[in-house]
């Protein structure tokens, strides 16, 4: 398949196979298409407006709560900060979220550095443990 239009059967088969946790190079092997291509549809579909939700690197973890994430509807790079920028705004959208706890223990699982995860920044995360165990 080449080009960027995909058709909404490829689309929807995109966004299945990332909400099921495969990553970008997975899903663009399994349906022959390009990385660029899965990026695209993704984010698109509103998996991966920002960065730390894009699809996960360890494949088939739970990452249904995506599909709750307040932030899905708000501009991305509140969540990715530069040095120095206050995370005020982005901690607010979390003080909304319906996925807060998830979104943390997935931080602190997978070890994911920079921007905000479940209402903290990557400084306040330091030491924290995941109510589950990975
Ligand atoms: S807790 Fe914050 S960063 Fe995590 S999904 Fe919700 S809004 Fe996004």
Request: aromatic share 2%; hydrophobic share 35%.
């Amino acid at each position: 398949m080449s080009g960027h239009l995909l058709d909404e059967q490829t689309i929807a088969a995109i966004r299945r196979h990332a909400i099921n946790g495969r990553s970008v190079t997975e899903i663009a092997n399994t349906l022959g298409i390009s990385r660029d291509a899965v990026r695209r549809a993704v984010d698109e579909a509103g998996i991966a407006r920002r960065r730390h939700l894009e699809p996960p690197v360890r494949p088939r973890q739970d990452v249904t709560w995506m599909e709750d994430a307040a932030c899905t509807e708000t501009d991305p790079e509140l969540f990715v900060l530069e040095k120095g920028e206050r995370a005020t705004d982005a901690k607010t959208v979390c003080a909304g979220c319906a996925v807060i706890e998830d979104c943390l223990d997935y931080a602190l699982v997978n070890n994911e550095r920079g921007g905000v995860w479940g209402g903290k920044t990557e400084h306040e995360r330091r030491g924290l443990k995941p109510r589950r165990a990975a």
